[in-house]
């Protein structure tokens, strides 16, 4: 046994002489890529932040600054210093090329400055740093989302006339949207929990890149008190994007009523502190 590990000895000697001592070389500090990003913004930027061993600052080091999206095997973007950088595949034509992130020789152009953002840039987007001796990389998810082109919430009569028909629509939204209706939902902001309609039915259609999505439910007319506030929510999950729309209804006779469309409704929603058919929006 002891033989054996006389025998090891210099091996393992070796190999710890062969281990890098210090400083690990390119690493990736900062990987600053937005969660979200509307549809059609100009300028969205994309950075990654890097240190380097100042042998790796040297032409001679053969570092390279490479950009991924999603399982793509071939960058996108590439830069090597001393060189122009370069545009490549999805974001041909769609980059800012003289942009620059800092003065340094060896790392002003490793970020991307984006044109036009659209909903095919949602995704993984990678940055590699690499040298001829080490390499480090870095992934972040951005969402590209698209806000409603046209968000109601509508009542009507059923045949026969004992329930109330309550239908919501949005059209036009990007990523897949997911929608809510309440019931005497609790004011913005305050404490409390919204009551779920029972019996929703929701329908997701996809066109051109986006969603349409409705959700409706009947209530019978005999629970329906006078007023009662009813609230439709979308959400873009992925976008951690709400909004809101609330109608009041009453039974019988008197129908539906809005702010819009009735200023008596008024008092009763500044006494419940709250507002009528107008949007609330919370994008985090």
């Known amino acids: 046994m002891a033989a054996g590990w006389r025998g090891a000895a210099p091996l393992l000697l070796l190999v710890t002489l062969l281990l890098p001592h210090g400083a690990p070389g390119v690493t990736i500090t900062n990987l600053k890529v937005p969660s979200t990003v509307q549809n059609g913004s100009s300028g969205t930027i994309l ?12 032409p001679t080091s053969g ?9 793509r ?34 790392m002003e152009h490793r970020a991307l400055r984006i044109l036009n953002a659209t909903t095919d840039l949602s995704g993984e987007w990678k940055c590699s740093v690499s040298t001829f001796k080490n390499e480090d990389f870095m992934i972040k998810k951005m969402i590209v989302f698209v806000p409603e082109k046209g968000f109601e919430v509508i009542k009507s009569k059923t045949n026969p006339p004992d329930h109330v028909n309550v239908t919501c629509r949005a059209h036009g939204v990007f990523p897949e949207p997911r929608m809510n209706l309440y019931r005497d939902p609790a004011p913005s902001g305050a404490a409390g929990k919204s009551h779920g309609l029972p019996g929703v039915t929701v329908s997701t259609v996809s066109r051109q890149g986006v969603f349409d999505i409705t959700a409706w439910t009947l209530m019978p007319e005999s629970e329906i008190e006078n007023p009662t506030i009813l609230e439709c929510e979308l959400r873009l999950p992925d976008a951690n994007y709400t909004k809101r729309k609330r109608i009041l209804v009453y039974s019988g006779s008197m129908g539906f009523l809005s702010a819009a469309a009735d200023p008596r409704v008024q008092p009763v929603l500044w006494t419940a502190f709250l507002v009528v058919l107008m949007p609330l929006v919370r994008i985090c």
């Open 47 to 58: 950075d990654c932040e890097y240190s380097l061993l100042p042998d790796e600052a040297q």
């Open 63 to 71: 570092l390279v600054i490479k950009w991924y999206f999603n399982s």
């Open 73 to 106: 095997p071939a960058p996108v973007y590439q830069w090597i210093p001393t060189q122009k950088p370069q545009d490549l595949d999805l974001l041909r034509g769609r980059l800012d090329m003289n942009y620059t992130a800092t003065s340094h020789a060896a």
